[in-house]
C-alpha cells in the first residue's frame, strides 16, 4: 500500500489535503481530493480503503479514449488489473491463457509475437479513413507481425481518388462503398499474402447492412469464410437476425467454417433472456456459434460503455484467441482473433 503523506498535494485543487479525504492514483500515485475523483457515492468507500484500485484522470487521459465517459471509473469497475500484462509466463507459453481481454499496445505486440498464429483478423470501427488512417497505420507499424487480415468499418470514403490514397505497406485492397450515402458509410479488408477471392453471391437482404465476405486459403491449406458486417443502428432488428440465422444454416448445412465480425450496433451487454437481444444470443449459440468478445469496446461522452464490435467464428481443430486492444483511433477499441491449430 501507498503511504499518504500529509504533505502531499491534490493535484486538481493543488490544496494540501488529509489521508482520510483523498485517493491515490496506484500507476502514476498522485492525488486528489474525493470529490474530483469521479468515483460514485457507491464506490469511494472501497477505494479509500485500497479495497478496490483507483486510476487517476490524467493517467487514463494519456492511453485510453475513454476520459470524456461521466461513469469512466464504474465502466473500469469491471477490469480486474486492466493495465497488468495479459500474458501467463510469456517467455514460455506458446498460447496464452488470455484471463482480461483488455490488451495494451505493447501487450498486443507480445500477444501476437508469442502465440503461433497461422491467421488472424484486425477489426476496427475507423469513423473516418481521412481523418484516422494515420494512427492504424502507426498503430500497424508497431507490431512486430502483422494482422493476416485487417477489417474496417465507417470509412467514410467518397470517391476513387480518396481510395488511391489509402495504403497500407504489404496489404492489398478491397472496398465495398455503402449504399446509404456517398458520404455516409463504407466497408473494407486488407489481406495480406494469403490466397483469396472475393464472395459476390453472399449477401443479406432484409436488413440492408453493409458486409463484405471473402474466402481465403490459409497456410494450414483450410479455406475459411470471413465475413465483415456493418449494420446501421436504426435498420430493422428482426430482418438483420433472419438475415444472419440464414447465412450460419448455409454455412452448417455445407459445413463450412467461417469467421464473422465487425460492428454490429447490438449491444449484447443489454442480453437477457426475455429480450430481442437474448433471443439474437441464443440463436447464435443454436449455430454452434458464440460470442469471443464479452467486455465493451464503445465509449462515448452521451451513453454507457456497450459491446457493439463483435467477433464470432466456428472453426474445427483450431484454438481461438480474441482480445481488445487499448488504442485510441475512435469512440471505438479495436479487438482482434488469433488462430492456431
Avoid at 469521479?38 to 484522470?57: D, M
Wanted: hydrophobic content about 35%; some cysteine; overall charge neutral.
Amino acid at each position: 500500500m501507498h503511504k499518504i503523506d500529509d504533505s502531499l498535494f491534490c493535484q486538481t485543487c493543488k490544496c494540501v489535503f488529509s489521508k482520510w479525504n483523498c485517493l491515490t492514483c496506484i500507476v502514476c500515485f498522485d492525488c486528489c481530493h474525493v470529490s474530483y475523483s469521479l468515483l460514485t457515492f457507491e464506490q469511494t468507500p472501497a477505494a479509500l480503503k485500497f479495497q478496490e484500485p483507483y486510476y487517476c484522470q490524467n493517467y487514463l487521459s494519456k492511453i485510453l479514449p475513454f476520459q470524456s465517459v461521466p461513469d469512466i471509473q464504474l465502466a473500469f469497475s469491471r477490469f480486474d488489473h486492466i493495465y497488468s500484462c495479459n500474458l501467463s509466463n510469456p517467455d514460455t507459453c506458446d498460447i496464452p491463457t488470455v484471463h482480461n481481454p483488455y490488451f495494451s499496445t505493447p501487450d498486443t505486440n507480445q500477444m501476437f509475437n508469442k502465440a503461433t498464429t497461422n491467421f488472424s483478423v484486425f477489426h476496427l470501427n475507423i469513423r473516418s479513413v481521412a481523418k484516422n488512417f494515420y494512427k492504424l497505420q502507426d498503430f500497424v507499424s508497431i507490431l512486430d507481425k502483422a494482422p493476416s487480415c485487417i477489417a474496417i468499418s465507417e470509412t467514410w470514403l467518397n470517391s476513387g481518388s480518396e481510395i488511391g490514397e489509402i495504403q497500407l505497406q504489404n496489404y492489398f485492397f478491397i472496398h465495398k462503398p455503402s449504399y446509404k450515402s456517398k458520404w455516409c458509410w463504407s466497408l473494407h479488408t486488407k489481406l495480406f499474402k494469403l490466397n483469396y477471392s472475393v464472395c459476390h453471391d453472399i449477401c443479406m437482404p432484409s436488413s440492408n447492412c453493409e458486409s463484405l465476405w471473402v474466402k481465403i486459403k490459409t497456410n494450414s491449406s483450410k479455406s475459411i469464410y470471413l465475413g465483415v458486417i456493418y449494420r446501421h443502428p436504426y435498420h430493422q432488428f428482426d430482418g438483420f437476425e433472419k438475415d444472419l440465422n440464414n447465412l450460419l444454416t448455409n454455412f452448417n448445412l455445407n459445413s463450412n467454417e467461417y469467421i464473422i465480425t465487425g460492428d454490429f450496433n447490438i449491444d449484447l451487454l443489454k442480453s437477457t433472456p426475455d429480450n430481442k437481444i437474448g433471443r439474437y444470443h441464443q440463436n447464435l449459440e443454436g449455430h454452434e456459434c458464440k460470442p469471443l468478445i464479452t467486455e465493451p469496446t464503445r465509449f462515448s461522452s452521451t451513453v454507457s460503455p456497450s459491446l457493439l464490435d463483435h467477433s464470432y467464428c466456428k472453426l474445427r481443430y483450431t484454438k481461438q484467441i480474441a482480445g481488445i486492444a487499448i488504442f485510441d483511433v475512435s469512440d471505438h477499441l479495436p479487438i482482434f482473433l488469433l488462430l492456431s491449430t
